[in-house]
Nanobody, 119 residues
């Protein structure tokens, strides 16, 4: 069973940056996609961004230009660099792995890390 563990969440002020990391217990290269999702209080989980095994990235419109996903295959990690954070970015951020970036295509999920952005 693949395990994913997120780290790097915390409390920041609007305009600041955070870098989240997701560590996998196995090689991430075998997954077609590694994705980030988030869930704000009282809201459904939503797509943030994805990186494929080939390095292609795709982002939700709400984070384009501010968030960047990268991967380090030897370390079995992916990262989410979040710049110019806004209060609406607050939520629990989850890392996931699978064959695509829809929730049904992601077979493995971490437990999440909380990001709180104050205004």
């Amino acid at each position: 069973q693949v395990q994913l563990a997120e780290a790097g969440g915390g409390l920041v002020q609007a305009g600041e940056s955070l870098r989240l990391a997701c560590a996998a217990s196995e090689s991430i290269f075998k997954f077609g996609s590694m994705a980030w999702y988030r869930q704000a209080p009282g809201k459904e989980r939503e797509f943030v961004g994805v990186i494929t095994s080939g390095g292609t990235t795709n982002y939700a419109d709400s984070v384009k230009g501010r968030f960047t996903i990268s991967r380090d295959d030897p370390l079995n990690r992916i990262y989410l660099q979040m710049n110019n954070l806004k209060p609406e970015d607050t939520g629990v951020y989850y890392c996931a792995a699978g064959t695509g970036w829809g929730m049904r295509e992601l077979d493995y999920w971490g437990k999440g890390t909380l990001v709180t952005v104050s205004s």
